[in-house]
């Protein structure tokens, strides 16, 4: 089946970096864009950034741009964000998705989440 296991995260000092990882499972990953999204508490998640299948494009809120990196390596199945100079405001939880499909009926699949804190 789809599965998603993210890794990374934990607590940095602001002005630091962080790496999160996402290894995906169970489709091809090479044949689906990807989005890491992020989730304040009580807010609605918010996409961070997205990469094409082939991971040729890729794009960035406003709020991170220049800051982070969004990558993939579509050998070994796994989505990355690089987070550099973070800042407090970056302290969310992280989630990786695959979208679905409507014509073939896919769902669409996210990761377990992780925490990302950003200390002043």
């Known amino acids: 089946q789809v599965k998603l296991v993210q890794s990374g995260g934990g607590l940095v000092q602001s002005g630091g970096s962080l790496r999160l990882a996402c290894e995906a499972s169970g489709f091809d990953f090479s044949d689906y864009p990807m989005t890491w999204y992020r989730q304040y508490p009580d807010k609605e998640r918010e996409a961070v950034a997205d990469i094409s299948a082939a991971g040729t494009t890729t794009h960035y809120a406003d709020s991170v741009k220049g800051r982070f990196i969004i990558s993939r390596d579509n050998d070994k199945s796994i989505l990355y964000l690089q987070m550099n100079d973070l800042k407090p405001e970056d302290t969310a939880v992280y989630y990786c998705?695959?979208?679905?499909?409507?014509?073939?009926?896919?769902?669409?699949?996210w990761g377990q989440g992780t925490q990302v804190t950003v200390s002043s």
């Open positions: 998705k695959r979208p679905g499909r409507q014509l073939s009926r896919e769902l669409e699949y």
